[in-house]
């Protein structure tokens, strides 16, 4: 596990430090878009999370892995 | 015509910057002139750029209304939900941001047992409870009967031959809310905390966050931190029961605690000026009580399967959590292509593996629609077991909860947006949910291929919202 972690951590940094500072401050047109938003629509968002919070075993991630429910 | 040809440039255009930010992170040089190339507007689909989620995000200065609601189906007479949600968002001029939003819950239907199935109908037996001057049965379809040594009234529910032992008539309802302040410390740094809280007849939750995001190279790089701290209260209906117990009429013991501490770190990157990456990773510790008050686990005979006794569940009361996340969003022209995955494990030997995606279209200049697919796959906890033979001593742990079983899940999804207004919008989904039993399906002792072990679900969602800004 650790090792698979450990694996992850190291791509994905080297995946962002390694394509940085190619973009500009006036080429962030596009992904200060709507639809470019991580987050576009946090009512959907929040609906799936806790149908799958409910339903699964695994949580967290893109978020913190608490449910505050009694549902699992 | 037209649209086969901006596909196919689609597909070859995605293609080319995955390939070129491949290529970046080896630092070779003719890769960076391929990311340029994307930033030609030739190269994109000019048509529908006019589209309204093209716009960028202004929220400085507005107070934003956002509800909806979700109707949730499992088919089966399993869990129905209807779940109305409203959020109230106000975003200052300085860039504070003030949130709340409610949400209410109500559950009806049937959850499993956890009890195997058998070739004879089953009897299950809970306490009765009183409120008020109401007898509740906590689940309609039951018969109360009256022990005739001690009097104690309990609730028999009788489960039909060769069908999954499901507890009938279940209902609950749950009401949440969720406070959170977002401002900026300094130039490129953002603090966030909140708290949320929510009620259930037999379970209340209080939870409080702090984050930090700290923007780095031109606000290209976004690092940010959190914790989380959650205290859960369990408080069964009929009490909370001894740990593989035998299942019975009789009210059981005090309420139990739960307390969660979850981290999280995170880095997102703009990586050329179409595509934004995530990473993440969380941790979550949970101690306390974990077991689910109302499972239980069938004991049966070990050589024919026959139900000997019905005892309740254990959990370790420790679980620690994993998880590391990447998330991706590629503009072409007005497209938006999101790629997801995680990886998690716990320490109760569980692992599983998500992956998601989906396609924002643009449909003419005021809507969207985004088709999408989700697969998720986990393994069994390394407690899981569909019944106990008679011939084995009890494990310390033992739960026969499908959740914890291995299934392969795939969702179906369908959502879209339309913008009324600048100021109006109006958004819904529909998510078609199934869960397949994921290696050896498991048999009963007698080997009997007609009882089911495996308790997946199979549900819809459909969630309808409106989105005011003033």
Known sequence: ????????????????????????????????????????????????????????????????DGGGCGCN | MQLIKTRKGRISATLCLVTANLFSTTGLPQAQQIIGGTNNPQARDQSDM???????????????????????????????????????????ENDDIYSVKLTYDSLTGASPYGAAPWKAAQTFVSPTIIEGSETMTGASGGTIVTDALTGVTSVEKTVDAYTLPLDSGFRDNRTAI???????????????????????????????????????????????????????????????????????GVMKGASRN????????????????????????SYGSAKG??????????????????????LYESRPEKRTRHAVYVGS???????VTDLSARYYHDSWGISSFTAEASEHIPIGDRAYIEPGVRYYHQSAANFFAYYLPSDLILPQFISAD??????????????????????????AMVDGYRQT???????????????????????????TGVKLKF
């Open chain 2, 289 to 310: 009580y974990q077991t689910d008050p109302y499972k239980i686990i069938s004991r049966v005979n070990y050589l024919t399967g026959a139900p000997l006794e019905y």
């Open chain 2, 258 to 281: 739960k307390n969660v501490l979850s981290l999280i770190a995170g880095v997102t990157q703009v990586m050329t000026p179409d595509w934004v990456l995530q990473f993440n990773y």
């Open chain 2, 50 to 92: 006019k589209n309204v989620y093209n716009q960028p995000v202004n929220e400085l200065g507005t107070i934003t209304l956002d509800s909806a609601i979700l109707f949730y189906k499992e088919n089966g007479g399993r869990v129905q939900a209807i779940e109305p949600m409203a959020s109230f968002t106000y975003h200052t």
């Open chain 2, 178 to 248: 969720d406070f959170g302040f977002t401002t900026p410390l300094a130039s490129g740094t953002k603090l966030s905390v909140g708290l949320n809280g929510s009620h259930e007849s037999d379970y209340n939750s209080f939870a409080g966050r702090v984050s930090l995001a700290q923007d780095f190279n031109n606000k290209t790089t976004t690092v940010s931190v959190g914790v989380n701290y959650e205290h859960d209260v369990s408080k069964p209906l009929y009490g909370t029961p001894l740990p593989l117990s035998r299942m019975s």
């Open chain 2, 402 to 427: 499908s959740r914890l079983d291995s299934f392969n899940a795939i969702t179906l999804s369908l959502s879209g947006g339309y913008s009324l207004s600048d100021d109006i919008e109006l958004y």
């Open chain 2, 329 to 335: 969003k590629l503009a072409l022209g007005s497209y």
């Open chain 2, 437 to 463: 039993k994921a290696g050896q399906k498991g048999l009963l002792p007698g080997q009997d291929g007609r009882l089911k072990l495996f308790a997946g679900i199979d549900a819809i969602s459909v969630m």
């Open chain 1, 1 to 64: 596990m650790k090792r698979i972690i450990i694996i992850f951590s190291l791509l994905g940094l080297t995946v962002l430090l390694s394509s940085c500072a190619a973009v500009k401050p006036w080429q962030r047109d596009i992904t200060a878009r709507k639809s470019m938003q991580l987050n576009k629509n946090p009512n959907l968002t929040a609906a799936n999370d806790h149908v799958y919070f409910s339903k699964e075993a695994a949580a967290g991630g893109r978020s913190f």
